[in-house]
């Protein structure tokens, strides 16, 4: 058991001192300290819960995930979806000097409509410099059922201050997804997915980016993982300390 009770979403430094965030109890966003990916040693405090001023313009029910990149002047920005008290559902920004203390971004990065669903994102510096949000949404207005969630991008030419109205990049069902940046800058994708037929998501599979500005994808063949019985959630996916693994 590396954690309990605990879904990793995001990883800031590099080895021996990397530092990694997981929700628990729906509300509240925790760190540990990693030298090696494996031991992990849980921080004291809570980095950002439905409390972290300024406070959001919707009353919060539950965080669902989120992602973090460092900042060119120093400090990060996280970006994290939420779920309001009246069904709601957003992603929200928030900053921090120092990775612990952490503060929120006036406005909205992603707001579908009250109760269309959008959440899960995971964030990507491109070549250019510029960000990429990738993220779960329904392809129906005012829907939150599985079935319709397939994955979205929304960009950001200013560090995540503001982003792009966001369009489809996989249609393809889709539960949560992990993007990293490859050594030849395209994007790959993990997301997971049911069986064919199926309503549970059993399997983990990818898509690969056709140009380095992450705007379309290809699926790739195979499966990347998979588990049955059981569900899959939240993959999270990082360099390993030797570099070229993950």
């Known amino acids: 058991v590396i954690l309990t009770s605990a879904a990793i ?3 800031t430094g590099a080895f021996p001192a990397q530092r990694v965030y997981y929700i628990r109890a729906s509300t509240q966003v925790f760190s540990a300290t990693t030298a090696d990916g494996v031991a992990l040693v849980e921080e004291p405090g ?8 300024p406070s959001l313009p919707i009353a919060v029910s539950s965080i669902t995930g989120l992602s973090i990149l460092p900042l060119n002047a120093g400090g990060f920005r996280m970006a994290y979806s939420v779920i309001g008290t009246t069904g709601s559902f957003r992603i929200h920004t928030a900053t921090s000097a120092d990775g612990l203390a952490w503060a929120n971004d006036t406005g909205t990065a ?15 510096k491109l070549a250019s410099g510029d960000w990429a949000m990738f993220y779960t949404q329904s392809t129906v207005a005012a829907s939150s ?10 960009f950001s030419s200013n ?9 489809v990049v996989v249609a393809a069902r889709a539960g949560q997804v ?3 940046k490859l050594t030849n800058n395209l994007v790959r994708l993990y997301y997971t997915a049911p069986l064919t037929g199926g309503t549970t998501n059993t399997l983990v599979l990818s898509a690969l980016s056709v140009n380095t500005n992450g705007s379309s994808f290809s699926l790739e063949s195979g499966i990347r993982l998979s588990t049955s019985p059981g569900t899959i959630i939240s993959p999270f996916v990082t360099r390993t300390t030797d570099t070229f693994r993950w």
């Open 9 to 11: 979403q995001a990883v």
């Open 178 to 180: 992990s993007a990293t």
């Open 46 to 53: 809570v980095r950002l819960s439905s409390l972290t001023v």
């Open 110 to 124: 992603v707001n579908v409509g009250s109760t269309t669903f959008a959440g899960y994102p995971s964030l990507v």
């Open 145 to 154: 059922d599985p079935a319709h969630f397939q994955i979205f991008a929304a």
């Open 159 to 167: 560090e995540g201050l503001n982003w792009s109205t966001a369009g």
